[in-house]
């Protein structure tokens, strides 16, 4: 899955954006591989007029079937043991223009 959190409307993020979306879609076309991608403008989705952060609900929305069907699950025994039930099938690539904390915080939602 690939996550691009770059906005939307700034005119120096957009192209780079715009560009790194068509990249991933002729990717796909031509790989005939089965990629997420989701192109969600964090800045103006999750504005405070927009709802802030309850928006990322939407995001998850989006990534849910991916998450879902790429999970890995592990669980701690005791201090030095660890089991997995379920291995990760999948990766989520999350990038946006110029700050971590918009990915760290996807990667957060994600994780939980």
């Given at each position: 899955?690939?996550?691009?959190?770059?906005?939307?409307?700034?005119?120096?993020?957009n192209?780079v954006?715009?560009?790194?979306n068509e990249?991933?879609?002729?990717?796909?076309?031509?790989?005939?591989d089965?990629?997420?991608?989701?192109?969600?403008d964090f800045?103006k989705e999750c504005?405070?007029?927009?709802?802030?952060?309850a928006?990322l609900?939407?995001?998850l929305?989006?990534?849910?079937?991916?998450?879902d069907e790429h999970k890995?699950?592990i669980?701690l025994v005791?201090?030095n043991e660890?089991?997995?039930?379920?291995?990760?099938t999948g990766?989520?690539r999350?990038n946006?223009?110029d700050?971590l904390?918009r990915?760290?915080?996807v990667?957060?939602?994600?994780?939980?």
């Amino acid at each position: 899955m690939v996550v691009n959190l770059i906005e939307k409307t700034k005119h120096y993020q957009n192209p780079v954006g715009a560009k790194f979306n068509e990249f991933v879609e002729n990717y796909k076309k031509n790989n005939k591989d089965k990629v997420t991608n989701i192109w969600f403008d964090f800045h103006k989705e999750c504005s405070s007029k927009n709802g802030g952060w309850a928006q990322l609900k939407k995001l998850l929305g989006l990534a849910k079937q991916f998450l879902d069907e790429h999970k890995c699950n592990i669980i701690l025994v005791n201090k030095n043991e660890y089991v997995t039930y379920q291995s990760q099938t999948g990766v989520a690539r999350i990038n946006c223009f110029d700050s971590l904390d918009r990915t760290n915080v996807v990667q957060t939602i994600f994780c939980k």
